[in-house]
């Protein structure tokens, strides 16, 4: 076993016991696989209890996988329902997605296609490219089948791959993540890059901030963190939430750019603007401190407050520093 992921388990434990709610779920993941310590799906189910009990989005979702996968806990998709649903109420991508799913198969629900349609509609706003297929799907076909969400990481990329090829923008952004995911395809980074590329250069913003990543960490091209950062500019510039807020961070960091906190807080403030949970808990904690921004603890309370109601779990941490209500 690595020494670094012991080590790494070891600190989360501690943080975990201390009552950490992050942790908390963290210590329930490196469980459930094995990380820094052996397997033990009852011992993930202890800690992502616990972190559920004080509302983290990401547990509630863990722990309901854990019900409808019977892993460490009696297999119960009633329940399984119950915990997606408590994440989805606080906007957890993947457990708005899961529930949309059960109700496509009637799995601890009945089933209700326009209930999963209305689910999906929000997630696939986040990107959530199989929730976007299945909408597709519901377009043309007029359903969706339990058959169609099953099939759905296999049937993608021939779905999108003719208007890809045709020009599409975002079919081409669509086909990229086929092969970065090994959707309906092996794994290709080269060609997943060559797709995004393709999208990004006619402005699709999320490829755009694909092309950073790929630049920035040397996937499928060759590393170069200037086109990296040239990229993210264009993606934020294009109006993208998440690239506006890791642009605003490298410029309050000094990361690759010079520091300059009033850039940093422009690009973190339109992020927010944008309803990006984590924006506007880093936007509060700017105000906060009179990072980029004057010093307004109020100010700093609105978005920490509406960063929590999305279950960002640092602003809800905030709020209970600054001793306000939720």
């Known amino acids: 076993m690595p020494k670094n992921a012991r080590k790494a388990f070891e600190w989360v434990k501690k943080a975990a016991?201390?009552?950490?709610?992050?942790?908390?779920?963290?210590?329930?993941?490196f469980y459930r696989h094995g990380k820094g310590v052996?397997?033990?799906?009852?011992?993930?189910?202890?800690?992502?209890?616990?972190?559920?009990?004080?509302?983290?989005?990401?547990?509630?979702?863990?722990?309901g996988m854990c019900y409808m996968k019977d892993e460490g806990i009696g297999k119960d998709l009633g329940k399984a329902v119950e915990c997606f649903r408590k994440a989805a109420e606080k906007g957890y991508t993947f457990a708005l997605y899961q529930l949309g799913v059960c109700y496509v198969k009637g799995e601890g629900v009945e089933r209700d296609v326009q209930k999963a349609v209305e689910l999906f509609t929000k997630v696939a706003e986040q990107d959530h490219l199989l929730a976007k297929y299945s909408l597709d799907l519901h377009k043309v076909n007029g359903t969706i089948t339990a058959k169609d969400i099953d099939e759905a990481d296999t049937k993608i990329f021939e779905w999108y791959r003719k208007p890809a090829e045709q020009g599409d923008?975002?079919?081409?952004?669509?086909?990229?993540?086929?092969?970065?995911?090994?959707?309906?395809?092996?794994?290709?980074a080269v060609k997943a890059f060559e797709w995004h590329k393709k999208s990004a250069e006619q402005g699709y913003a999320q490829a755009q901030f694909r092309l950073y990543s790929s630049y920035a960490q040397g996937r499928g091209i060759k590393k170069d963190d200037n086109k990296a950062f040239g990229w993210l500019q264009k993606?934020?510039?294009n109006g993208y939430s998440v690239a506006q807020l890791v642009l605003g961070v490298r410029y309050q960091n000094a990361d690759g750019v010079k520091r300059d906190f009033d850039e940093a807080a422009k690009w973190i403030t339109k992020a927010a603007e944008q309803g990006h949970a984590g924006a506007q808990s880093t936007l509060g904690v700017a105000y906060q401190y009179?990072?980029?921004?004057?010093?307004?603890?109020?100010?700093a309370i609105e978005w920490f407050r509406k960063a929590a109601a999305q279950g960002d779990n640092t602003a809800r941490d905030k709020l209970k520093e600054l001793k306000v209500n939720q």
Not at 17 to 29: I, K, P, R, T, Y
């Open 17 to 29: 016991e201390q009552g950490h709610v992050s942790a908390q779920n963290d210590l329930g993941m």
């Open 38 to 63: 052996s397997t033990d799906v009852a011992k993930a189910v202890e800690w992502f209890t616990k972190a559920a009990e004080q509302g983290h989005a990401q547990a509630h979702y863990n722990l």
């Open 169 to 188: 923008a975002e079919s081409q952004f669509i086909l990229g993540a086929c092969y970065a995911q090994g959707w309906g395809v092996g794994i290709d």
């Open 235 to 237: 993606a934020a510039e």
């Open 290 to 299: 009179g990072v980029g921004v004057k010093t307004d603890t109020v100010t």
